[in-house]
T-cell receptor
Framework: DQQVKQNSPSLSVQEGRISILNCDYT??????FLWYKKYPAEGPTFLIS?????DKNEDGRFTVFLNKSAKHLSLHIVPSQPGDSAVYFCAASARDSGAGSYQLTFGKGTKLSVIP | NAGVMQNPRHLVRRRGQEARLRCSPMKGHSHVYWYRQLPEEGLKFLVYLQKENIIDESGMPKERFSAEFPKEGPSILRIQQVVRGDSAAYFC???????????????FGSGTRLTVV
């Protein structure tokens, strides 16, 4: 039972263009969402997060949008750079689940390739 | 300030052997979380520990897996009698308080890649 889904295993984008990575979730208890970036043979690195009380959070070239009614979020990277090539994971947690608020539920990831 | 340190980076074990994975949290962090990434999958929560306490082991297989975080020294994830299905990347994360990871993103180590042959 996949509660966080990233339906695109891979995405190729030209350098300088916008990259849009999508994520859907099914658990309505999720109230906090994070994006991680992962290079091969390294651990995930935190990129950006968003609380369910917001619909947008921006940090430099990275913007995350949340559509609660659709249970959908997306990460926009603009402009895309070759160094952005990595696997991007969407993750979610549920604060009001009490003891499990620290648990992150991850999607399977989307491999982004930015072509110079 | 060193990040989360995991060792070994790569570990090869024969079926039936024991695997011991170590995680040293960031300085000042007393909360440790272990995750496992099977091939072609996302990371899945295994266990959450504080010093000398297992807080939540709901993600860990009931048999063969155990974890500890002693007062002194690194956190250890132990897998007894390994099977091929245990082959995965095991990641450790740490935080100074329990919700810090939610609010600011957990800091993950580089992982231990376990291969069972």
């Amino acid at each position: 039972d996949q509660q966080v889904k990233q339906n695109s295993p891979s995405l190729s984008v030209q350098e300088g263009r916008i990259s849009i990575l999508n994520c859907d979730y099914t658990n309505s208890m999720f109230d906090y969402f994070l994006w991680y970036k992962k290079y091969p043979a390294e651990g995930p690195t935190f990129l950006i997060s968003i609380s369910s009380i917001k619909d947008k959070n921006e940090d430099g070239r990275f913007t995350v949008f949340l559509n609660k009614s659709a249970k959908h979020l997306s990460l926009h990277i603009v402009p895309s750079q070759p160094g952005d090539s990595a696997v991007y994971f969407c993750a979610a947690s549920a604060r009001d689940s009490g003891a499990g608020s620290y648990q992150l539920t991850f999607g399977k990831g989307t491999k982004l390739s930015v072509i110079p | 300030n060193a990040g989360v340190m995991q060792n070994p980076r790569h570990l090869v074990r024969r079926r039936g052997q024991e695997a011991r994975l170590r995680c040293s949290p960031m300085k000042g962090h007393s909360h440790v979380y272990w995750y496992r990434q099977l091939p072609e999958e996302g990371l899945k929560f295994l266990v959450y520990l504080q010093k000398e306490n297992i807080i939540d082991e709901s993600g860990m297989p009931k048999e063969r897996f155990s974890a500890e975080f002693p007062k002194e020294g690194p956190s250890i994830l132990r897998i007894q009698q390994v099977v091929r299905g245990d082959s995965a990347a095991y990641f450790c994360a740490s935080s100074p308080w329990v919700d810090q990871g939610r609010d600011y993103g957990y800091t993950f180590g580089s992982g231990t890649r376990l291969t069972v042959v």
